[in-house]
């Protein structure tokens, strides 16, 4: 895969040099999310081809952004923004100024462009004039600062992960100017086996061979196109996993009286909205009740978690512990098989939360396993390696030099292998 012709390669596409200048389109990227690929699954059993990515490319931990949940983190990726800047808090919002709700599952909310905020790089792209294909990435299916993303297509989670592949590569078959630069595949497998059977479960190491096959049939593709010395690939997952346990619930009833506040989000971050007036009463009942719950007024959540600064946050915030899970008397007795598995949602700082970072291409150093990246600075990351100048944004170019061809080396905690 590696050529030796590849960091000329890259040195004519670095900023400011030949291709900006000729104008051509610049090296195709591939932006690909598996969905709760915690940092630690690809060690749990042998997976040649997701091996040959580490071998070739840049390994590193993805240290996701609070809550870490799918839809949030899948937009700071693309974004550069916390949740609290680009509006997407939670995987379920109500928004009091809209009046209106937003989940995964209302079409018509994910489609709608008053929900996403910020700038994600497919635009940049489109607005520099470049083709995109964001393959079922949260927010491609919206027109976002008055521009859609050349392809997209409504989320549909039977389309096989075969065909979702098949789909990027013949999107890649188009010529020159009109192939996409930006394309993303989205796999929830991973995901799925995790929440149902837990990190330690053989049904999770089945859906990670199951990743690996279609790895292989990627790298096939693209190499059959001889594209995979040209492109850059960027795997990512949004979040890791934390085992669940009916022995570890809280029983959101047994604490707060009914009537007092609507509940937004559930578990493992609750979100609640008090009645008008309430809100003083709702925080002194649920505050310190609980040993393994914590509550804030959302003035008041923990600075690193940036977690304010948005209306969409609700007033108060109840973030269990890691591992616990937050639900009803009901749903205890009727469904405790919900609570066993894992989940993730809880604060970044815990490595559990962590996801995977790979990255391979011409613009990547080889066989280099660095030191935990926040997924805040991908989305320069990313405009870098397409040429693009950046939205404003809160990551730094400067937290991911060290992984590029041509670029910093051998910085602090950075190993070549
Ligand atoms: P989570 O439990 O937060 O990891 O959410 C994972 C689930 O999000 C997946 O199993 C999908 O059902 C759903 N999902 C992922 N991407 C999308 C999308 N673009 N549109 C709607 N639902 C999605
Ligand atoms: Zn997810
Ligand atoms: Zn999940």
């Known amino acids: 895969m590696r050529t030796s012709f590849r960091l000329v390669a890259w040195l004519a596409l670095a900023p400011g040099a030949a291709a900006c200048g000729s104008g051509g389109p610049p090296a195709p990227l591939l932006l690909i999310s598996v969905d709760g690929l915690r940092h630690d699954y690809l060690d749990k059993t042998d997976l040649p081809h997701l091996a040959r990515l580490v071998r070739e490319g840049v390994r590193a931990s993805l240290v996701p952004a609070f809550p870490t949940k799918t839809f949030p983190n899948h937009y700071t990726i693309v974004t550069g923004l916390y949740p609290e800047e680009h509006g997407i808090v939670a995987n379920t919002m109500y928004d009091a100024a809209l009046d209106a709700w937003f989940s995964m599952s209302n079409r018509a909310a994910v489609q709608d462009g008053r929900w996403w905020g910020g700038e994600p790089i497919w635009i940049t792209a489109e607005r520099a004039g470049w083709r995109t294909a964001p393959l079922f990435w949260p927010g491609s299916e919206a027109e976002i600062r008055g521009l859609r993303p050349t392809h997209w297509v409504p989320f549909d989670n039977t389309m096989p992960n075969e065909t979702r592949i098949d789909s990027v590569l013949a999107w890649l078959d188009a010529p020159g100017a009109v192939r996409p630069v930006f394309l993303t595949l989205y796999v929830s497998t991973v995901d799925v086996a995790g929440h149902d059977h837990g990190p330690e479960s053989a049904e999770l190491v089945a859906a990670l061979q199951d990743l690996d096959a279609l790895v292989e049939r990627l790298l096939a593709g693209l190499e059959r196109r001889q594209l995979l010395d040209e492109m ?39 979100q609640l909205r008090p009645e008008p007036g309430l809100e003083d009463s709702v925080y002194r009942v649920l505050a310190g009740r609980h040993p393994h719950l914590q509550v804030y007024r959302r003035a008041d959540v923990p600075a690193h978690l940036h977690y304010r600064a948005n209306p969409r946050i609700q007033p108060i915030v109840a ?75 809160s990551g730094s170019p400067d937290s991911t030099a060290w992984m590029l061809v041509g670029r910093a080396t051998a910085e602090k905690g950075n190993s070549e292998k």
């Open 232 to 270: 850059n690939i960027v795997l990512v997952s949004d979040h890791g996993h934390a085992a669940t346990s009916p022995d570890r619930v809280i029983v959101i009833d047994d604490l707060l009286p009914a009537g007092l506040a609507r509940i937004v989000d559930w578990s493992p971050v609750l």
């Open 319 to 393: 973030i269990a512990d890691e591992g616990w899970s937050i639900t009803t008397r009901r749903r205890l007795r009727e469904r405790p098989a919900a609570l066993m598995g894992a989940n993730h949602g809880w604060d970044p700082a815990l490595p559990s939360m962590w996801g995977t970072f790979l990255a391979v291409g011409p613009a990547f150093r080889q066989g280099l396993v660095g030191d935990p990246v926040a997924s805040i600075h991908l989305y320069e990351l990313m405009c870098r390696l397409l040429n693009l100048t950046p939205a404003p944004n």
